[in-house]
């Protein structure tokens, strides 16, 4: 069994409670932040740890907060960002949904070590009910000594807000998720300036994943060097995996960081093996903007190495063979899948949340999507297979934010490697305009 | 101030310009299009992403390139930067593409649209464009509205440079108008359809790059290239009452305040000036405009010019195209340009 650090406590009845939480030793790292060390001293320990952003970038966390401007006199901000709409990635609901106050207390210790007096929780709409469960276990806190003035007797403050969205994936990309809770429309900004200079309101502010603040609990518990011990190189400590597709077992795992690919896919202490004895085709392995890798490479690197879950191992051969670890959604697809059909969805999806406000993602999303709607209805041309590809090369590294490279790359990536199933889906046109040619003749 | 170089032409900028105004101090070919910046609005740029250019070397400290094409127009620049714009090919693919994005769900109805022969899509559809389209699907539509008695919003022609929700936010207290929806289904509207009413909502046409947002007062009266411009002015206590008159005859067809070279209107005016004096008498007339000669607009010869000149000049420059000496020019024209290459001189 690999170690949890997140999901330890998860079954424990009532855990959502404040007394049973605190009973299995929550809010432990707020009093040892608060009453031992110095906000320096706990940015210090996320340094050592090397824990990396869980949102999908993989930033080093510990470097975020070294960023942020501490010499401006306006207040800082820390925000979290919690409005997971990845296709495929649904690991911040689960733990939101089942440990609020874990989220809570990272909350309190990462706004110490950055000096924030107030902190927002940005949620995604559609998580209406979680917000009340988050809200519930925020009152807990504030009536429990653990939010409000002077927390633990210490002369420290925070203010805690929860902010429900109103359903926009490209509220998830930080700038665009600061401009709609300033209350503005939710496009992102151009960068630089970058959040950790002017961020929310104008003021230095930091962004983390629901996921990232979690881990900053453990790391605080047990101290940064041992957080550092589980793991691979730089990809340290453990991750949540949203598991979905053709798989016995879907659902949310907490990995080491480190476990071979193959393990991940076929243990049955994680997903379980292909359901109904089909085989593997195409794994998408960090939610739905990240390339899909066929079989063969997501066991193996191009190199012939094992493939690890790290975010190293996973983006070896960089987008050629590579796919990247992302925010941790792991779709399987079996034998039976439709690649053509796969990418339409996604191609819908983005056509559907991009912004509108720079021109490569509003009218390319949608052309993406049109194309490949034709391939999948059997109107396709041979040249669309080409066309699908110039398109998404006009869109990738032109826009202001990454929604277009994550429209661009899934496009790319299954194009590349799975060719001839989409030249097949074209070749349906020549098929059916025979068999209409036919029926007029009758 | 910083030393840049854009495309091997070094030039010295404040700290802080932005590598768009770098090159428009150069001046030329050089310049990258500009399709959603404005240099009077605050805030404006980076959407539209025509202006993107390379940059090869990010300061004479860090000389390493950037990652990405960035914006020209919200990019500032550093020490030592160097640049390419029309020197790189993948600028000009770039560019190519963008344009194809802008021109995908564009209606493409430029004739029978009022913008054309003004229009900066039309040009720079003509400069990077394709022949053909490789769009095959139905491009999207939206019911044309009135925003107040004056304006007509065509929605379908808009490529939401957000350069109207900007003046409306910026010139007026009122915000009364801004952008729907999302992605391309976006779409410029007032709040539930309601008036755009103050003084200085006519400035909204003047900024939009495209034949989204028409003057109902002039709309299908003339095409522009019919219509003679003429620097105008009058004592006007809301605005500096500089205009331009589009006449035809002794008729005033339209007002429009002054754009530069690069489209740009530094000093906007009022509704009052704009659609209440049409008529000669109200102004003070300075002369007429001077147009790009590459413009349309130049095509019906309204400034006057010495014809026999202009002959001559034409006879130097086809000289000067078949590999031989260039003759001295006699007496410079308007259209001649002192080192005798076919560079045109606009004059703002």
Known sequence: MGKKLLLE????????????????????SVEKALKSMKPDEVTEEVKRSGLRGRGGAGFPTGMKWTFLDRRSEKPRYLVCNADESEPGTFKDRYLMEHLPHLLVEGMITSSYALGAKTSYIYIRGEYMYIVRILEKAIEEAYANGFLGKNILGTDYSLDLYVHPGAGAYICGEETALLESLEGKRGNPRLKPPFPAIAGLYACPTVVNNVETIAAVVPIINIG????????VGKSTGTKLISASGHINKPGVYEIELGIPVEEFIFSDEYCGGIWKDRRLKAVVAGGSSVPILPADLIFTTAKGEPRLMTYESLADGGFATGTMLGSGGFIVMDETASIVENLYTFSRFYHHESCG????CREGTGWLEKILHRLREGHGKKEDVDLLVSVA?????????PLGEAAAWPVASAVKHFRKEFEEAAARLQLSAVQKAELATH | MAKVTIDGITVEVPDGTTILNAARQIGGEIVPPAMCYYTSLKDSGGKCRVCLVKVTQGSAKDPRPMPKLVASCRTTVADGMVIENISS????????GVVEFLLINHPLDCPICDQAGECD???????????DTRYEFERRTFEKIDIGDKIKLHMTRCILCYRCVLVANQLTEQRVHGVLDRGDRAEISTYIEKAVDNDFSGNMIDVCPVGALTDRTFRFKSRVWFTKPMDAHRNCTKCCGKVVLWTKGNDVLRVTARKDR???VSEFICNECRYEHKNLADWVVEGPRHINRHSVISQNHYEKIDLLKLKKEVERQLVFQKGKQLPPANQSTTYSTENGNSQTQTHA
């Open chain 2, 121 to 131: 899509l039309q040009d720079l559809s003509y400069e990077h464009g394709l022949a």
């Open chain 1, 9 to 28: 406590h998860i079954n424990e009845p009532g855990i959502q409670s404040f007394e049973v939480y605190r009973k299995k030793g929550g809010y432990a």
């Open chain 1, 393 to 401: 090369k006009n869109i990738e590294g032109k826009t202001i934010c």
């Open chain 1, 357 to 360: 406000q720079c021109s490569p």
């Open chain 2, 262 to 264: 690069y489209g740009e």
């Open chain 2, 89 to 96: 090919p993948e600028v000009l693919e770039a560019r190519k």
């Open chain 1, 224 to 231: 940064g060097d041992e957080y550092a011990k589980i793991g």
